[in-house]
């Protein structure tokens, strides 16, 4: 029977995980090979280049460009501090003279005879690279960063904002089905993890994170409510930038979809464990999908499995990842070998899948669907 090949989001109890740590440009590994390392060890640091201050000595001398080299106090390459005096006229009998002040701190990197602009760099900003899980170094790219890995429990979403972060996971529904409330989130929720079921509400998010909350995971959320979190419009660009303090990881998709029971009963497992998490995403060319990495105790030596391509077949768990039925779950129950036409008028291959919601049998194009891989 031929198999359809279609992407899965993950939720795996037991995996080894890779993370490359890249600095954004070359500068220096600390770590060694075989080093273990914890989440917030620094493995690699860099140096960025500080912010270019010009300055326009020919204007504020009254001179020609051609002169200023003759008048300068400040040599290039020398530092200059804040309201230091970088060139001066000699005035009129050693009185009234000009002076060019330095607007910022910094060093002289250039000065041109010809455009009367003097350049002030300021001091380099220093940037390292944290190991973000607890694992071992298992590879390095020379004067860039390294690769960790880990053996860990390995979950993502489907959507999410906010960066890295971690925090120990709390639990705030039992049930799939129960929504996150107001009432559910209090002073003991800061610097946690919260998980629920089906649904958050933009003012429960809101509380969440004035408490100090690291993130949330839940099954839906008000695709509307995110312009209010970040303030604009979230595009298919990457997402993982914005200027929240509470990682939001969505599961399943926009609206009140119920967290699918594996997800919520493995993350359940591990109340009160640290986990790494990240609401990163990309939907296009590239997919990036928010992460929730939960490095395991003890041994952690576990058989790494060569990756394999599972395609869907009767008995497979599919979520739709499509309007009208976005964020749904269910099991394909046939794979038509026959092309179908679509309301576009367009042919496509489809699959019959009996959604867990409904309890109805739809007709779905196959690439509108996202396999749950478990291991």
Not at 105 to 128: D, M
Not at 302 to 311: M, S, V
């Given at each position: ?17 890779h ?22 060890d ?8 500080g ?19 003759e ?36 060093t ?29 170094v298992t ?6 960063g390294?690769?960790i ?8 979403g489907i ?29 003991d ?8 079921g089906?649904f ?9 994170q004035?408490?100090g909350?690291i ?39 926009f609206g ?25 995403t ?6 990036i999908?928010?992460?929730?990495i ?6 952690t ?9 599972f ?9 739709v ?11 394909v ?8 036409r ?10 019959k ?14 690439a509108?669907l ?5 291991k």
């Amino acid at each position: 029977m031929a198999h359809a090949y279609t992407p899965g989001l993950k939720v795996i109890p037991k995996t080894v995980v890779h993370k490359t740590r890249r600095l954004p440009l070359k500068g220096k590994v600390i770590v060694e090979v075989g080093a273990k390392v914890k989440a917030e060890d620094v493995v690699a640091t860099t140096n960025l280049p500080g912010n270019v201050v010009p300055v326009n000595l020919a204007n504020m001398l009254n001179i020609e460009a051609s002169e200023i080299p003759e008048l300068l106090i400040k040599k290039l390459g020398e530092t200059v501090e804040k309201e230091d005096i970088i060139a001066e006229t000699p005035g009129l009998f050693g009185l009234f003279k000009t002076k060019a002040i330095a607007p910022a701190t910094g060093t002289l990197e250039a000065v041109s005879s010809i455009t009367g602009q003097a350049i002030i760099r300021e001091a380099p900003v220093p940037v390292s690279v944290h190991a973000y899980i607890n694992g071992k170094v298992t590879g390095i790219i020379e004067d860039e960063g390294v690769e960790i890995s880990t053996a860990a429990s390995f979950i993502q979403g489907i959507f999410g904002i906010g960066g890295e972060r971690r925090g120990e996971i709390k639990i705030l529904t039992k049930e799939t089905t129960t929504p996150i409330t107001e009432d559910m989130i209090s002073d003991d929720c800061k610097g946690k993890v919260l998980v629920g079921g089906s649904f958050l509400s933009y003012k429960a998010f809101m509380k969440a994170q004035r408490l100090g909350a690291i993130g949330i995971v839940v099954g839906g959320f008000n695709y509307s409510d995110i312009k209010k979190i970040v303030g604009y419009d979230i595009g298919v660009a990457i997402t993982g930038q914005e200027d929240v303090k509470t990682t939001l990881i969505i599961t399943e998709g926009f609206g009140e979809v119920h967290m699918a029971d594996q997800t919520l009963k493995l993350l359940s497992s591990h109340e009160g464990k640290v986990a790494s998490i990240n609401g990163a995403t990309q939907i296009r060319a590239g997919v990036i999908r928010p992460e929730i990495i939960i490095p395991l105790d003890g041994d952690t030596k576990l058989k790494e499995e060569k990756a394999e391509l599972f395609g869907m077949e009767p008995g497979t768990e599919v979520r739709v990842i499509r309007a009208p039925y976005f964020g749904m779950l269910g099991e394909v129950t046939d794979l038509p070998h026959e092309l179908q036409r679509l309301e576009s008028g367009s042919l496509a291959r489809v699959a019959k899948v009996k959604l867990y919601e409904t309890k109805k049998e739809v007709l779905l194009p196959r690439a509108n669907l996202e396999m749950i891989e478990k291991k």
